[in-house]
């Protein structure tokens, strides 16, 4: 590594910008590097803790079915490519965790810094799996949501931002209905009966 690249990589904090100009600096070479996953959204593909690696990439190296490294404006974010679009003359990708139904809000693809490779299973590196098969219903919905977004993406972008935002506030609020009833539940049958 040069001196430059080791001055770059030490002057980077949590800054998402300058996480991306360094990205842009490194992209000209072929160089990778490793980091831990943290999140479960990727399921199976990339259990939480596990290591990857990522290799760095430009935007015509991205293809559907990928998972690409982003930065967003809540940080790094690793998930899979499931569509592109142009609106207006930009590039845009749609990206969603394996884990999930819900697409990430769109990004344009300049933000992609890379691509994950390899993850560590076992003590060796191995080709990051094709998305665990999902139940017939989950495809359809997913399927659903990410082609509103897309339509809506070619369209408006900023609309299309709104519609996947809305979209996992939905998914959060039904997410924690289930689990209070849940509790609620067995907060109930735990009681018995009394005679």
Request: charged share 20%; aromatic share 8%.
């Amino acid at each position: 590594m040069s001196r430059e690249s080791r001055n770059a990589l030490s002057r980077v904090g949590p800054d998402n910008e300058r996480i991306l100009a360094l990205s842009t600096f490194l992209r000209g070479g072929a160089l990778e590097f490793e980091t831990c996953v943290r999140g479960g959204s990727m399921g199976t593909a990339l259990p939480e803790g596990s290591k990857i690696r990522i290799r760095f990439a430009r935007e015509n190296q991205l293809t559907v079915g990928q998972i690409v490294v982003y930065v967003s404006k809540y940080g790094v974010v690793a998930h899979r490519l499931v569509r592109r679009a142009n609106s207006n003359g930009v590039q845009y990708l749609i990206t969603r965790g394996d884990a999930t139904i819900c697409c990430d809000v769109p990004i344009q693809s300049s933000a992609v810094f890379g691509i994950v490779t390899e993850f560590l299973s076992g003590g060796s590196w191995r080709p990051v799996p094709l998305p665990a098969p999902r139940w017939f219903g989950l495809r359809v919905v997913a399927s659903a949501i990410y082609g509103v977004i897309w339509t809506a993406l070619r369209a408006n972008p900023q609309v299309s931002c709104l519609i996947a935002t809305q979209v996992a506030k939905i998914r959060r609020s039904i997410i924690r209905a289930i689990q209070l009833g849940r509790r609620f539940a067995l907060r109930h049958s735990s009681a018995g009966v009394e005679s």
